[in-house]
T-cell receptor
Framework: DQQVKQNSPSLSVQEGRISILNCDYT??????FLWYKKYPAEGPTFLIS?????DKNEDGRFTVFLNKSAKHLSLHIVPSQPGDSAVYFC?????????????FGKGTKLTVNP | DTGVSQDPRHKITKRGQNVTFRCDPI?????LYWYRQTLGQGPEFLTY????????KSRLLSDRFSAERPKGSFSTLEIQRTEQGDSAMYLC???????????FGPGTRLLVL
């Protein structure tokens, strides 16, 4: 069973517009959420995170929103740039006890067209 | 500022051979993770070390896989009697403390022929 789901395998947007990437989770014990960006043949690069005690976290062009009741989070990129084209992974973990291992979705491939 | 490093970056081997990968975490990061990523999937957790102690292993880590972190610094992941299904990107990540972000290395891409 997939505990973290990214239902859109791909997304295409125009440069300068908003990109919205979505993620759903099923495990109510998850309390820390992250977004990673990945280029082919490279490791994931950390983008932004959010704790379950918050509903929004912003860092420059990137904002993550968390809706705990819906078990849903989203990443907004405004404005989108061609260099943002990559695969974006949503990840979740339980921070209370244990390894805090990350559980990843399958990723969404974002293409930003000039 | 050096990030997580992994060696080798690429490995091609024949089925049945043994392979070993190395991960050097960010300095002072006492928590280290191994993940595996196959095509079209997100990374999947394999194992976790806190200092030299291996505290958690995934069911994905069969008996052919072994990981060590002998002095609490670098770690090795060995796969014995490789199978074609072992072909994947093997990722290492480290973090400083509880609640902190995990930072990933560039990965080792393994191809088993």
């Amino acid at each position: 069973d997939q505990q973290v789901k990214q239902n859109s395998p791909s997304l295409s947007v125009q440069e300068g517009r908003i990109s919205i990437l979505n993620c759903d989770y099923t495990n109510s014990m998850f309390d820390y959420f992250l977004w990673y960006k990945k280029y082919p043949a490279e490791g994931p690069t950390f983008l932004i995170s959010i704790s379950s005690i918050k509903d929004k976290n912003e860092d420059g062009r990137f904002t993550v929103f968390l809706n705990k009741s819906a078990k849903h989070l989203s990443l907004h990129i405004v404005p989108s740039q061609p260099g943002d084209s990559a695969v974006y992974f949503c990840a979740a973990s339980e921070t209370q006890g244990g390894s805090e291992k990350l559980v990843f979705g399958k990723g969404t491939k974002l293409t930003v067209n000039p | 500022d050096t990030g997580v490093s992994q060696d080798p970056r690429h490995k091609i081997t024949k089925r049945g051979q043994n392979v070993t990968f190395r991960c050097d975490p960010i300095s002072e990061h006492n928590r280290l993770y191994w993940y595996r990523q196959t095509l079209g999937q997100g990374p999947e957790f394999l194992t976790y070390f806190q200092n030299e102690a291996q505290l958690e292993k995934s069911r994905l880590l069969s008996d052919r896989f072994s990981a060590e972190r002998p002095k609490g610094s670098f770690s090795t992941l060995e796969i014995q009697r490789t199978e074609q299904g072992d072909s994947a990107m093997y990722l290492c990540a480290s973090r400083l403390a509880r609640g902190e972000t995990q930072y990933f290395g560039p990965g080792t891409r393994l191809l088993v022929l």
